[in-house]
């Protein structure tokens, strides 16, 4: 865990979280544009999109990070439900890392030779 100097009382926790439902809910219905993935020619993600501490601060609960993790998977599955017919050799994953959750990430691999050269990195 890295250190943070000081780390402030962390305020707002249910609306953090109420808006990271919002955050999964707006994958629904709701996959990146052709054009917009062509920007990244091998792949495309988001991080979760809230404080570090919410994670992995001193004030973090299990209960909090099973909600933000089921959340990521829940964004996950609204992604692999909306892809589009043109982005069937696409893969949408959700990355969930532990103990450092807040580098976990949904990506979308553009590029499968590139998205099997990452699983050969985690094996190693």
């Known amino acids: 865990m890295p250190v943070h100097a000081a780390?402030?009382?962390?305020?707002?926790?249910?609306?953090?979280?109420?808006?990271?439902?919002?955050?999964?809910?707006s994958f629904q219905d709701n996959f990146p544009a052709a054009k917009e993935l062509a920007e990244n020619p091998r792949y495309w993600?988001?991080?979760?999109p809230t404080d570090w501490a919410m994670l992995e601060g001193r004030q973090s609960?299990?209960?909090?990070?099973?909600e933000i993790a089921?959340?990521?998977?829940?964004?996950?599955?609204?992604?692999?439900?909306?892809?589009?017919?043109?982005?069937?050799?696409?893969?949408?994953?959700?990355l969930i890392c532990l103990p450092q959750m807040f580098?976990?990430?949904i990506c979308i691999y553009l590029d499968e030779a590139y998205f099997q050269?990452?699983?050969?990195?985690?094996?190693?």
Not at 45 to 48: D, Q
Not at 61 to 66: A, C, D, N
Not at 79 to 85: G, Q, Y
Not at 117 to 124: G, H, N
């Open 70 to 94: 089921l959340l990521l998977w829940q964004a996950c599955e609204h992604l692999i439900r909306a892809k589009p017919a043109w982005a069937s050799s696409y893969r949408v994953t959700c």
């Open 7 to 25: 780390e402030k009382k962390l305020r707002g926790i249910p609306r953090r979280l109420r808006a990271l439902h919002k955050w999964s809910d």
């Open 103 to 105: 580098a976990s990430e």
């Open 61 to 66: 609960t299990q209960s909090m990070k099973r």
């Open 117 to 124: 050269s990452k699983i050969s990195e985690s094996d190693a």
């Open 45 to 48: 993600n988001w991080k979760i």
